[in-house]
């Protein structure tokens, strides 16, 4: 079992800056590729950013390649999503998950545990 906890979310102004965390415990967590999704109000959950194991593999959704980086910490067991340029199109709720392997991984179904999610609110 891999436990997820995210931080980092609020309230900001569009253009400005916000830096995520996820917190693991439990299992090993360099063994997992990390992921971030989100879920804006009536919409559908969406893959935002993953990053495998060893960090040296990522992959983006098109609507925040240039603006947002993921980045892990494996001895501190800690995934970051930064989050550059916001636009209020990038409110949303923004989970962590973690999958077992060593590929990335786009689709829900693919991720094994959750965090509980973060909200985040652009102002225009």
């Known amino acids: 079992q891999v436990q997820l906890v995210e931080s980092g979310g609020g309230l900001v102004q569009a253009g400005d800056s916000l830096r995520l965390s996820c917190a693991a415990s439990?299992?090993?967590?360099?063994?997992?590729?990390t992921g971030w999704f989100r879920q804006a109000p009536g919409k559908e959950r969406e893959f935002v950013a993953a990053i495998i194991w060893s960090g040296g593999i990522t992959s983006y959704a098109d609507s925040v390649k240039g603006r947002f980086t993921i980045s892990r910490d494996n001895a501190k067991s800690t995934v970051y999503l930064q989050m550059n340029s916001l636009k209020p199109e990038d409110t949303a709720a923004y989970y962590c998950?973690?999958?077992?392997?060593?590929?990335?991984?786009?689709?829900?179904?693919?991720?094994?545990?959750w965090g509980r999610g973060t909200q985040v609110t652009v102002s225009s």
């Open positions: 998950a973690a999958r077992t392997g060593r590929t990335i991984a786009t689709q829900i179904p693919h991720y094994d545990y």
């Open positions: 439990g299992r090993t967590f360099s063994n997992y590729v």
